[in-house]
């Protein structure tokens, strides 16, 4: 197990981290546990959906060559 500290937290980011873990009968520590975990869980069905999506994919678009920016005559 890892530990991790966070520092120059913002009061009122902590003071909201602590009302929810008390609503979630959680400490502090265990409830950015929990946020943490399922933030980096919810990342996990990208690799597969893009896998799943490559089918439907076609060619690449085209990106046309930039032109020369117009000139503008400011008064």
Same mark, same amino acid.
């Given at each position: 197990?890892?530990?991790?500290?966070? !520092?120059?937290? &913002? +009061? %009122?980011?902590?003071?909201? $981290?602590? @009302?929810?873990?008390?609503?979630?009968? !959680?400490?502090? &520590? +265990? %409830?950015?546990?929990?946020? $943490?975990? @399922?933030?980096?869980?919810?990342?996990?069905?990208?690799? &597969?959906?893009?896998?799943?999506?490559?089918?439907?994919?076609?060619?690449?678009?085209?990106?046309?060559?930039?032109?020369?920016?117009?000139?503008?005559?400011?008064?």
């Amino acid at each position: 197990m890892q530990t991790l500290t966070i !520092r120059q937290l &913002e +009061d %009122e980011t902590f003071e909201g $981290l602590q @009302a929810q873990a008390e609503a979630n009968g !959680r400490s502090v &520590e +265990d %409830e950015v546990r929990s946020i $943490l975990t @399922a933030a980096v869980h919810s990342r996990k069905w990208w690799p &597969e959906w893009v896998k799943a999506t490559e089918p439907f994919r076609g060619e690449p678009l085209a990106i046309p060559p930039r032109s020369k920016p117009r000139e503008v005559e400011l008064p």
